[in-house]
């Protein structure tokens, strides 16, 4: 009895361990991205990245300076990692302290969860769409529901969650009549429907908070940047000024040199109206760059997605030199510039790289092993329960780094906020392994 009270109590802690970096920061952490999706509420136009339904979810816990948000990130963690590790038999508190806190200690995910960010929805969605469509008969009705709430919601965060979202539940089609009732009809309908929810509360929100029936823009924005980068705006630009009278001709030979310094320096860009003013320009180049130079284009995207995949580290865009987010709190949460003026990511007491020395190895060792596990299972011709679990993360790994890597250009913010689940996998998977080797040898005790 005094076992079991302990273990509660330990995961009645595990909320604040999974917050413990904004605790000790006495602030939420904040990322350059934050200020474009606080500002959502009060400007009333869309901007290109920037979601309109993570920027009323943010809104919605403004008057508690953001630790709501905080709370329902961290208990929603919690939540869906004990329905995975309740799907394969690994109740008891113990088990999902012990997971808990090694996920805490060695990977991402506390910063991802006390961060003000789309991010932690990453992950975690792609363990709740995995639940949902291949553990449908294991969770109750109100579980069944509340996942499918939680996934349309984070799908609706992001495009890029989205994507990687849809491309799960089209392999998921794909591969249902080579695996017969594993993967129940109903349960990948379902599934499906989440993203088209998602879609339509993106719509709402941008039509409410806009008056816009649209949706989020930016996407010729990124890719046309992830594209200069690469070399491929300059050689159209080279082969096509001045034949077509286009505004960044006369700036062909001044092109920043990275994608970044394009779209967030100062750069042409500002002086040349910035998305609104560019956006026609830069869809019209992107488009016609696929057709003319479809090798280079296929080559850089393998590079780009190849160099997203090892691109892991946590904390990039989280430190001190964030001022447009500052200036965002500045101008409409006044009364929130003290707190966050005074927390420790402000004065740059985050060390990332002392983090790293621990998050990188884990993360690159952790996916390495997922893939294994996956390929293993099919070498074998033998699906085990954790196979499916592997299938998804190693299928989701490879979506994110094809779609943030293509169209964004590799970071190591959208490789850390996927990893972690994969050091998920690996410890489920050792937990069984330890657990069927005990079960072994009890079984030939006398």
Request: contains cysteine; neutral net charge.
């Amino acid at each position: 009895m005094a076992e079991s009270t302990s273990a509660w109590i330990a995961v009645a802690a595990l909320p604040f361990l999974l917050i413990a970096p904004a605790l000790w920061n006495g602030y939420p952490l904040l990322q350059w991205d934050t200020g474009g999706y606080l500002a959502r509420w009060y400007e009333g136009y869309l901007v290109p990245s920037r979601s309109t339904v993570f920027g009323l979810y943010l809104h919605f816990g403004e008057g508690s300076y953001f630790w709501v948000n905080l709370g329902i990130q961290a208990l929603a963690t919690l939540w869906i990692l004990q329905l995975t590790l309740r799907v394969f038999g690994m109740a008891g508190p113990f088990r999902l302290v012990a997971i808990s806190l090694s996920l805490i200690l060695t990977t991402a995910l506390p910063w991802l969860a006390s961060m003000l960010l789309t991010d932690i929805f990453a992950g975690l969605s792609v363990l709740s769409l995995y639940i949902l469509v291949l553990h449908d008969d294991r969770i109750s009705t109100v579980e069944r529901w509340s996942l499918f709430a939680f996934t349309a919601f984070a799908a609706a965060t992001h495009s890029a969650t989205l994507a990687v979202l849809l491309g799960l539940c089209c392999a998921g089609w794909i591969v249902r009549p080579f695996l017969g009732v594993r993967i129940a009809v109903a349960a990948l309908v379902r599934g499906s429907l989440t993203l088209i929810a998602g879609a339509a509360m993106l719509l709402a929100a941008n039509f409410a908070l806009s008056g816009q029936l649209a949706w989020t823009p930016g996407g010729y924005g990124v890719a046309f940047a992830r594209m200069l980068q690469d070399g491929i705006v300059t050689r159209y630009l080279r082969d096509h000024c001045p034949q077509q009278k286009l505004k960044l001709c006369p700036y062909r030979n001044e092109l920043p040199a990275t994608a970044d310094q394009f779209l967030w320096g100062e750069s042409m860009f500002n002086t040349l109206g910035r998305f609104q003013g560019m956006n026609d320009e830069m869809g019209f180049i992107v488009q016609h760059s696929l057709t003319e130079y479809p090798l280079w284009q296929t080559e850089a995207a393998i590079v780009a997605t190849a160099q997203q995949l090892v691109h892991v580290a946590t904390g990039e865009g989280t430190n001190g030199w964030i001022p447009h987010s500052y200036g965002i709190i500045e101008h409409y949460l006044p009364a929130q510039l003290a707190p966050m003026r005074s927390a420790h990511q402000q004065h740059w007491d985050i060390n990332f790289a002392a983090i790293n020395w621990i998050h990188i190895p884990v993360a690159l060792a952790s996916m390495l092993l997922v893939v294994a596990i996956f390929a293993t299972s099919i070498w074998r011709r033998r699906l085990d329960e954790l196979a499916p679990l592997a299938a998804t993360v190693t299928l989701a790994m490879l979506g994110n780094a094809l779609v943030c890597g293509v169209i964004s250009g590799p970071h190591d913010r959208y490789g850390a906020r996927i990893a972690w689940i994969a050091t998920l996998v690996v410890l489920i998977a050792a937990v069984r392994h330890f657990t069927d080797g005990e079960r072994a040898e009890n079984s030939l005790l006398p």
